[in-house]
Each structure stands twice: as structure tokens, then as C-alpha cells.
């Protein structure tokens, strides 16, 4: 299998991924309910998922050894979510119309 297969192959299992936990957690959130909401936050879901993927096999791919990778990938993803917002508190989240 090609490098191509290999990165299309994943894009049906995080479409299908994505689309579950959409439909879960969305009305978890209590987020307002609107089509155009609702696929903005599948959209970030989606591409979030595929990044995450992606950088899981680019380490592998560059690494000499799993644990190595495995290293690394703690780290990005240590870093990534200190950086995407998920520590600020509600009140200090902008509401946008």
C-alpha cells in the first residue's frame, strides 16, 4: 500500500468517528441548535481528528522506534491542548451572535 492509500484510508473512519461523537456530545454541550452550528463543530471534530491521526503516523513514520514516537507524541499533544482553549474558564468565553 502507497502513502496515499494509507492517509485516504483513515478519512471514512474519522468521518464516521466524528460524526458519532457529534451526536453524542453536541447536545451534551447544550450548545444553541442550528444546521449551521452543528456542522461547523462536526467540521472542527473532523479536521482536529484527521490532524491528530496524521501526526501519529508522521512520528511513526520519522521515528526509529515506537516508544520513541510515543514520546513525542505526548508531547505534541501536551502542547496542542494547552494551547486550544480548553482552559478558559465559561464566563471569559466570547459569546458570538
Not at 468521518?15 to 444553541?32: D, E, H, K, N
Not at 515506537?66 to 494551547?83: E, R, W
Amino acid at each position: 500500500m502507497g502513502s496515499h492509500e494509507e492517509v485516504i484510508v483513515e478519512v471514512p473512519y474519522v468521518f464516521a468517528q466524528s460524526l458519532v461523537f457529534t451526536v453524542i456530545t453536541y447536545p451534551m454541550i447544550g450548545y444553541y441548535w442550528s444546521a449551521y452550528k452543528v456542522f461547523w463543530y462536526f467540521y472542527t471534530m473532523f479536521c482536529t481528528l484527521l490532524y491528530y491521526t496524521y501526526l501519529g503516523m508522521l512520528l511513526i513514520a520519522i521515528t526509529p522506534r515506537f516508544p520513541v514516537a510515543a514520546v513525542l507524541q505526548s508531547a505534541f499533544y501536551t502542547t496542542f491542548n494547552l494551547f486550544a482553549g480548553f482552559l478558559i474558564p465559561r464566563p471569559d468565553i466570547l459569546k458570538i451572535p
